[in-house]
């Protein structure tokens, strides 16, 4: 038997063109951008992520997925390199998480399409550095606290505009006396004071913080710490 010429079976593809390039790359941000919404980001993290990404596109010049560590290397090494460390750090693990993306849901096709192998151009080697003390939070002394409410209360006298004032000093206060976050505070309502609840009422909190990915969560807070007489 002689030898045959063997031909390949799958559907022979024309090159594609830029446009069809530019096409697929706006498919796939979009299809990113929804990912992460329904992973239940909020909309302003989903919109600072895009944000880094389309800075370091209009550097790179060309669909991200052809970055390569070379190219984050200038980026990171001369670009961003007087940048706040905190920008720096926010720009890589934006440009990690997309590259994530990449690889879990368009690397075969964006092989297929170009003939390129998605690997994310941040390494070990390049990955921006966060200094430690730069996540170390020293909370205010009990008097630092207390100052700036005695300062804050004077301030009620004579501001232009009581209502927002008192409301900004209303919030400001249940964080420190109960513990509320900032989304939870300003999401109260009047109806959400329980005054009858417990030895000193209670507070319903409809939004509170859920836990990966749940969800707002509600809970109930007593009103210690003389948050009744703030809320009062």
């Known amino acids: ?59 790179f010049g060309r669909p991200l997925w052809e970055m390569e560590p070379a190219d984050a290397d200038a980026y990171f090494g001369r670009v961003l390199r007087e940048t706040a460390k905190g920008t720096r750090l926010a720009r890589a693990q934006a440009l990690k998480t997309y590259f994530l993306f990449l690889e879990l849901r368009h690397k075969v096709e964006i092989h297929n399409l170009t003939g390129r192998m998605v690997e994310c151009p941040i390494d070990e080697l390049n990955r921006p550095r966060g200094g430690a003390e730069a996540m170390l939070r020293i909370p205010p002394t009990d008097a630092e606290v207390e100052v700036l409410f005695a300062g804050w209360r004077e301030e009620l006298a004579t501001c232009r505009k009581f209502a927002p004032t008192a409301r900004n000093y209303a919030a400001a206060r249940l964080m420190v006396e109960v513990g509320l976050r900032v989304n939870e505070a300003c999401r109260l309502d009047l109806h959400d004071i329980k005054w009858d609840l417990g030895r000193f009422g209670k507070l319903h909190v409809r939004h509170g913080k859920g836990a990966r990915g749940s969800g707002p969560r509600e809970w109930i807070v007593p009103l210690i710490n003389n948050a009744r007489r703030t809320l009062a």
Do not use: C, N, Y
């Open 1 to 59: 038997m002689g030898l045959a010429v063997v031909r390949d079976l799958r559907v022979v593809r024309a090159e594609p063109g830029p446009e069809d390039i530019a096409e697929f790359e706006t498919d796939v941000l979009a299809g990113f951008v929804l990912a992460r919404a329904s992973a239940g980001l909020a909309d302003a993290t989903i919109r600072g992520d895009v944000g880094h990404l389309g800075q370091v596109r209009t550097w």
